[in-house]
């Protein structure tokens, strides 16, 4: 059975950091995008970052750059997104979620199979 587990979200204040976990079950991360992607209440989905787990490659979105990084682990068969001077905005639920092969649109939910669960961020004063 496929499944991706998320954790490490909580809350933070302003300015802090947190590290979010996706550990794929089922499956290993080779050949796969992973990606993670947030929603806060009232709004779309939206991509984050994500990582081309062979080759490397990664994507962030703009209001993101310069603050969150994702990276993987294989050994671990783990993907982690570093997240650094928090904002009230980055309020959310986030989610990791696999696509198999190189995706055409790395931050657009749709090109997606599988998702977790979802962890909360919350980043309050």
């Known amino acids: 059975q496929v499944q991706l587990v998320e954790s490490g979200g909580g809350s933070v204040q302003p300015g802090g950091s947190l590290r979010l976990s996706c550990a794929p079950s089922?499956?290993?991360?080779?050949?796969?995008?992973i990606g993670w992607f947030r929603q806060a209440p009232g709004k779309e989905r939206e991509g984050v970052s994500c990582?081309?787990?062979?080759?490397?490659?990664?994507y962030s979105a703009d209001s993101v750059k310069g603050r969150f990084t994702i990276s993987r682990d294989n050994a671990k068969n783990t993907v982690y997104l570093q997240m650094n001077s928090l904002k009230p905005e980055d309020t959310a639920v986030y989610y990791c979620?696999?696509?198999?092969?190189?995706?055409?649109?790395?931050?657009?939910?749709?090109?997606?199979?599988?998702w977790g669960q979802g962890t909360q961020v919350t980043v309050s004063s």
């Open positions: 979620a696999a696509g198999y092969g190189l995706l055409r649109q790395p931050l657009f939910p749709g090109e997606y199979d599988y």
């Open positions: 990582i081309r787990t062979s080759f490397g490659n990664t």
């Open positions: 089922g499956f290993t991360l080779d050949y796969y995008t």
